[in-house]
């Protein structure tokens, strides 16, 4: 496998990694919104 392609894929894995995090972190306002407006 060249370097090139080896570096991509970690880009793109470090990157699917990040948007879950922001996602989990998302979901997680949304879970302690809705605790507080009850």
Sequence with gaps: ???ALER???KNQ???LFIR???MI????KIDYK???E
């Design 35 to 37: 605790d507080k407006s």
């Design 14 to 16: 470090s990157l699917v």
């Design 21 to 23: 995090y922001l996602n």
């Design 1 to 3: 496998m060249p370097l």
């Design 26 to 29: 998302d979901y997680k306002d």
């Design 8 to 10: 991509e894929q970690i």
